[in-house]
């Protein structure tokens, strides 16, 4: 059988009706709170039903799920579930509610036994076209202020285990223009502290598999943690079950429900092995397993069933004896293991007549978790002043992070745990006193509460904030009399003070009851309150213009100095790491590049500006501010630079492979594999998406090709070279650009008509390099002459002639999946379409090279299988739960 018929026969199975669940749990009828916190039940479950109208008990878990309507935003829609996807949560996905207005919509959950405890979280997603638009809305899912996942399908499943900081948690959808978030069902479970825990993320569930199994899936209130157990067994597998109790005792704390270890596995032989195939989402991706045993059969002559397990053809567990009716977990996770392919192999030891055996599984990927939440003063402080006040806008989850979605009229600092420095609520209609939950933003330095209707006094507390610099009041009702130590701060110039336009309030000291704009007169103080003042306002400045997802330098920015956290040299320090300029390895838009090695012995590539380039001055100046302020793997990744008066460089890691362009050019010995040409695309993609989605404002490279693209000893590819490159506000088009940015060839037609460029202006770019990596033919190609003939001339042709053959590099010899190939061509089109509008995203362009990518590598696998003498394999393909770990890397 082969690997097609194990996932049909895997897709049948999830057709069996699950019996219904009689159990009945008394439940204290809980309701959810208006103020928009979720509360427990009894056993410190949440179970959000998302779009009902009615709380219910569940029939299946005799569960209580809440409504939300209490929610104050978002819209119920009903929509008819696909019970041939899953055949549970039927109740549940009958309704999901959309959020149309706002960027962020949250759920706050308030976690029952506390924060730094252990929980499950599952969220469900089903779209089930209830907007008959046909288009499956494509939106983040936060936990806290980290990303957890891209929601791209019209039916996906997720669920981390994490432990949350605090004492609430928050689960948000964010809109990032790409159709309506919406959600059909929130839950969380609490876990016991000492299985899964991870100090560095949450663990996110790809598989969990109750071998053997019959029953479709086994959860609460077998499972006391609600997990979802899914039934796993193939034609060419033994399955074995038993009535017998199973001790648990070694693995009590996993909870692992008898029915699932009640059934097994076993090879139809015992010289074949169990085998599974698993592909993580990401061969970086830090994958955790966990396999449960216990021996069912009662063995003759009190033989045991002895175990090994090989993980890519390598020895992972050495023998493990089973006992009879125990239960054993091999969770060999330290350290986790990571590769694009993993493939375990359960073998029975040498010379043993007693069939391997398996009784569950579970793969985990890490999903790391960057970001700490704001400080737990300043949070409560600004909720309390939310509800007092409240304040609409886009008050929702976290205050300062994600820094893209901080909330209107805050500052906040960079820490790791970040507080907020500014408060700005001018002309927000706020009506009663002055909230003393502001005296707890200790780390506040801007309080602007004008041109509102606050009345009573001014609170003593205003003068204790320790950082405070500016406070404004103006525009208000207040009354009484202004606090001494306020007026004394405003005299000695450490606070800028404005009281205008209040006219009941009455300023004991000056006495002069018109003036009530106190300021210092002294002009050392004037000159101090200036230089504070333009000092705020460029920090803010420059936080506005470079707020980049990934934190940044604070402070100020002097033209023609650099300052990052990336290590500083001296121009001496360059001459010795380059041996006196010894190795030229490329030659980029400003200068020189140098192979070199610094002090560790690591090997860099130092790019010099030469000093008589003054557009190159230019170029090398954008390619260092882009680069300090964003990291990824797929972006060439600054490690130095050099800054003197008169010499300047910049220090990359060497990327040992040198350029895409390189290896596809004709005389390159080491051709490149169809394989290698995918996973190329889709790195490429990552390194863009992180461009134009995960930086904000969005960043435009401009001068994408092939000999821009990097590549590692290992053939990961990262983008290169941004001297072109432009940080975008998409609100302002007109921006003028000086100089025709990219190269002839990679230019889409609208260059022509002066267009700006734009995103859509890299995709089409990006569509060209597909195409050479498709074809290995470069962008424009002939001699001299007029005889240049461009990419698109000749392809386009063959590809409507429907002539994959033609179109493919003829040096691969036919080695590639027609569907892949088919796949990655309609994605190239689709990318150089002539009218930039319809060009995709390159979201969806990373998507679908994602697909390519899949399709080949199980292809190969399927043909490696008939070859391989295990006879029981499978390929645990991704159709259950959707792991996204695309996380956007720490601030460094
Ligand atoms: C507060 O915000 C208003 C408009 O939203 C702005 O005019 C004012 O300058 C801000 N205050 C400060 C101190 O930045």
């Known amino acids: 059988m082969d690997d097609g018929e194990r996932l049909f026969l895997a897709v049948k199975l999830w057709l069996v009706l699950v019996p219904v669940i009689i159990t009945v749990i008394s439940n204290s009828k809980l309701v959810a709170a208006c103020d928009e916190v979720f ?58 509610r ?332 706020l009506t009663g006193e002055i909230a003393t939950s502001l005296s707890n933003l200790q780390a506040i330095t801007l309080l602007d509460l004008s041109y509102n209707s606050l009345k009573g006094p001014i609170p003593q507390f205003v003068a204790l904030l320790p950082n405070l610099k500016i406070l404004d009041l103006t525009g208000n009702n207040l009354t009484g009399s202004v606090p001494d130590a306020l007026i004394q701060k405003s005299k000695d110039g450490t606070l800028l003070l404005r009281l205008e336009e209040n006219p009941g309030l009455c300023l004991s000291v000056s006495r002069h009851k018109q003036k009530k704009y106190i300021i210092p007169i002294t002009a050392s103080t004037i000159g101090v309150l200036l230089i504070l003042f333009s000092f705020i306002v460029l920090a803010l400045y420059i936080r506005k213009r470079k707020r980049v997802d990934v934190g940044m330098a604070t402070g100020s920015k002097k033209e023609g100095s650099l300052k990052s956290k990336n290590q500083p040299y001296t121009y001496s320090e360059i001459v010795s790491i380059t041996d006196n300029f010894k190795t030229v390895i490329g030659e980029g838009g400003f200068g020189k590049v140098y192979y070199g090695t610094l002090k560790d012995k690591t090997e860099v590539a130092v790019k010099v500006l030469s000093p008589s380039s003054r557009q190159g001055y230019k170029e090398f100046r954008a390619e260092a501010e882009i680069l300090i302020f964003v990291y990824h793997k797929n972006l060439v990744s600054l490690t130095g630079y050099c800054d003197d008066e008169a010499n300047k460089a910049l220090i990359y890691e060497y990327m040992v492979k040198g350029n895409l362009r390189q290896h596809l050019s004709g005389t390159d010995p080491n051709m490149l594999s169809w394989i290698n040409r995918l996973q190329i695309a889709v790195d490429a993609a990552h390194g863009l998406d992180y461009l134009h989605n995960g930086c904000k404002p969005p960043i435009i490279h401009r001068d994408l090709k092939p000999s821009n693209i990097l590549l590692t000893e290992n053939l990961e590819a990262k983008i290169a070279d941004f001297g072109l490159s432009r940080v975008v506000n998409e609100e302002i088009h007109s921006q003028s650009t000086t100089r025709p940015a990219g190269t002839h060839g990679y230019l889409g037609p609208e260059f022509n008509a002066g267009v700006v460029p734009n995103k859509k202006s890299d995709i089409y770019s990006f569509g060209i390099i597909l195409f050479e990596l498709i074809t290995g033919q470069p962008a424009i190609k002939g001699g001299s002459g007029s005889s240049y003939i461009h990419i698109l001339q000749w392809v386009t042709p063959e590809i409507e002639r429907g002539d994959i053959q033609n179109v493919v590099d003829p040096r691969l010899q036919g080695k590639f999946n027609t569907n892949a190939a088919w796949k990655i061509v309609d994605t190239a089109m689709s990318c150089v379409c002539p009218t930039a509008v319809d060009r995709p995203d390159i979201n969806n362009v990373l998507i679908e090279l994602k697909e390519c990518l899949a399709i080949e590598v199980s292809s190969r696998r399927n043909s490696k299988t008939e070859s391989s003498n295990t006879t029981t394999s499978f390929l645990l393909k991704q159709t259950f739960l959707n792991p996204s770990i695309e996380m956007v890397p720490g601030a460094r």
């Open 39 to 96: 509360e427990a039940d009894a056993l410190g479950f949440i179970s959000i039903d998302c779009g009902a109208s009615v709380d219910y008990n569940d029939i299946e878990t005799s569960l209580l799920y809440v409504s939300d309507t209490c929610t104050d935003t978002g819209e119920i829609h009903e929509i008819s579930p696909d019970n041939t996807w899953i055949n549970y949560y039927q109740q549940q996905r009958k309704n999901l």
């Open 98 to 429: 959309s959020f149309p207005q706002g960027t962020r919509n949250c759920y706050t959950l308030k976690l029952k036994q506390g924060g730094n405890n252990e929980y499950l979280i599952r969220a469900i997603f089903e779209y089930g076209n209830y907007d008959s638009k046909n288009q499956i809305p494509v939106f983040d899912l936060y936990i806290g202020v980290n990303r957890w996942a891209t929601i791209n399908e019209a039916k996906s499943i997720y669920e981390i285990i994490h432990v949350p900081s605090l004492e609430y948690l928050d689960v948000c959808l964010v809109n990032i223009k790409q159709g309506v978030p919406y959600i059909s069902v929130l839950e969380l479970r609490p876990v016991d502290n000492s299985i899964y825990r991870k100090e560095n993320g949450a663990l996110s569930t790809i598989r969990r598999y109750d071998v053997g199994g019959n029953k479709d899936p086994i959860r609460y209130p077998n499972d006391s943690y609600d997990r979802l157990w899914s039934p796993l067994n193939f034609s060419d597998w033994d399955v074995k079950s038993t009535k017998s109790t199973i001790s648990t005792q070694s693995i009590d704390e996993y909870k692992i429900p008898a029915e699932v270890l009640q059934t097994a596995a076993i090879s139809e032989n015992a010289i074949y092995s169990l085998s599974l195939y698993f592909s993580p989402p990401d061969p970086v991706s830090q994958c955790y397993v966990y396999f449960y045993f216990a021996e069912i059969e009662k063995l003759e002559n009190g033989k045991q069933r002895e175990l090994i397990i090989d993980l890519n053809g390598e020895r992972y567990l050495s023998e493990s004896k089973l006992d009879y009716l125990k239960a054993k977990v091999i969770a060999q996770n330290d350290p986790p293991i990571n590769g694009s392919r993993l493939h375990f192999s359960i073998y029975s030891v040498n010379g043993s007549d007693i069939p391997p055996i398996l009784n569950a599984v579970e793969v985990y990927v890490l999903l790391e978790l960057p970001f700490s939440p704001t400080n737990l003063d300043d949070v409560n402080a600004i909720k309390d002043i939310k509800r007092r006040y409240k304040v609409t806008r886009n008050w929702q989850g976290d205050p300062c992070l994600p820094s893209s979605l901080s909330w209107d009229g805050l500052q906040c600092s960079n820490d790791t745990i970040p507080r907020i420095t500014s408060l700005n609520l001018s002309s927000s209609k």
